[in-house]
């Protein structure tokens, strides 16, 4: 059985950056995909950004160029780097995984294994 285990987070002032860790136990396929999703208090689950296998990713808009998304397969650990960060990020943030086939994306309906979060909190 996988599990995910996500960390990194914490409590940060705007503009600093925090590097999300996604570690994972158990067996999983190679040819996976991941995602990085939040949630907010009071607000639907979002996705962030997303890699495939291939190292194909996806971002989403409101966070382009300042979120990086990126992958160390030889550890099975992946990484959502944020920088410059503002009390609009303030959320959970989960990390999740799909295997082969797959695909990048940004919608939660299309990972079927998930963490059990971790809080990035941005004071202004």
């Known amino acids: 059985q996988v599990h995910l285990a996500e960390s990194g987070g914490g409590s940060v002032r705007s503009g600093d950056s925090l590097t999300l860790t996604c570690a994972f136990s158990?067996?999983?396929?190679?040819?996976?995909?991941i995602g990085w999703f939040r949630q907010a208090p009071g607000k639907v689950r979002e996705g962030v950004a997303s890699?495939?296998?291939?190292?194909?990713?996806l971002v989403r808009e409101s966070v382009k160029g300042r979120f990086t998304i990126s992958q160390n397969m030889a550890d099975d650990r992946h990484y959502l780097q944020m920088n410059n960060l503002n009390p609009d990020d303030t959320a959970m943030y989960y990390c999740?995984?799909?295997?082969?086939?797959?695909?990048?994306?940004?919608?939660?309906?299309?990972?079927?294994?998930w963490g059990q979060g971790t809080q990035v909190t941005v004071s202004s």
């Open positions: 158990g067996y999983i396929y190679r040819g996976r995909c």
């Open positions: 890699i495939d296998y291939d190292d194909n990713t």
């Open positions: 999740a995984v799909e295997a082969w086939p797959c695909g990048t994306s940004l919608h939660d309906g299309d990972f079927s294994i």
